[in-house]
């Protein structure tokens, strides 16, 4: 179990994580939610009703890592032109999207997010400061998300390119003195998790 999901009765999963390893991942689900920004809580005196149905914004995320979790949803440099439409189109299509969609989604994340650091949080640590993380179904579901999400996050600060997402890129080969080092490592261990759990919940 060290270091990798397993299966666990009743549709869950379990690993077993040292006091550095928690940290990591508890620094990391907190950035990640720092990075999504605030949920959208009503103020004083605000119609909460009114709230659900307030639309997202309509342009792309400048932050390149934001703008790889909340992605157009037509057209742009990753997607191929749908139809034969224009281009102009497709940007229309994607912002008409994107007002409808994105606030839902960035909730999605956040609650993805909590949930790493709640279930982090709840963990009772053995004398040498590991624990072992228990989740039910719906967390592991969570933990998958909020994996997928930090490996974006990351992937798109390292300017991971398709060729290293298979494995075969220079990311492997960095020296250990290059600054880039403990965020490729990250990348990487956060990869091989993301993995296991995937195949701790194959039937």
Same mark, same amino acid.
């Given at each position: 179990? !060290?270091?990798?999901? &397993?299966a666990t ?5 379990? *690993?077993?994580?040292?006091e550095? %390893?928690? $940290?990591?991942?508890? $620094?990391?689900? *907190? ?12 103020? /004083?005196? &605000? ?22 979790? #909340?992605? @157009? !949803? =037509?057209?742009?440099? @990753?997607?191929?032109? %749908?139809?034969?439409?224009? +281009? %102009? ?7 008409? #999207?994107?007002? #409808? ?10 609650? /993805? !997010?909590?949930? *790493?650091?709640r ?19 719906? +967390? ?8 997928? @999400? ?9 300017? *991971? $390119?398709? &060729?290293? %997402? ?5 990311? =492997?080969?960095?020296? /250990? ?9 990250? =990348? ?10 995937? &195949?701790?919940?194959?039937?």
């Amino acid at each position: 179990m !060290a270091g990798h999901f &397993e299966a666990t009765p009743g549709g869950g999963a379990a *690993v077993a994580l040292d006091e550095v %390893e928690i $940290s990591i991942l508890r $620094s990391l689900a *907190v950035q990640l939610l720092e990075l999504i920004g605030p949920g959208d809580t009503p103020a /004083d005196g &605000e119609d909460p009703l009114a709230a659900l149905f307030a639309e997202g914004p309509s342009k792309p995320p400048s932050d390149p890592a934001l703008a790889r979790l #909340f992605p @157009d !949803a =037509y057209g742009g440099p @990753d997607r191929p032109a %749908e139809g034969g439409k224009p +281009e %102009e189109e497709l940007r229309e299509l994607s912002s008409e #999207f994107r007002r #409808f969609t994105e606030n839902d989604l960035r909730s999605g994340k956040r609650d /993805d !997010a909590v949930t *790493v650091v709640r279930t982090l949080d709840a963990l009772s640590p053995t004398g040498d400061g590991g624990a072992v993380l228990t989740l039910t179904g719906d +967390e592991c579901r969570s933990w998958l998300r909020s994996l997928n @999400d930090l490996r974006l996050t990351i992937g798109t600060r390292l300017e *991971v $390119s398709d &060729e290293d %997402e298979g494995g075969e890129g220079s990311l =492997y080969r960095l020296p /250990d003195t290059d600054p880039r080092k403990p965020m490729v490592m990250a =990348y990487l261990w956060l990869g091989a998790l993301q993995e296991t759990l995937v &195949e701790a919940l194959m039937p």
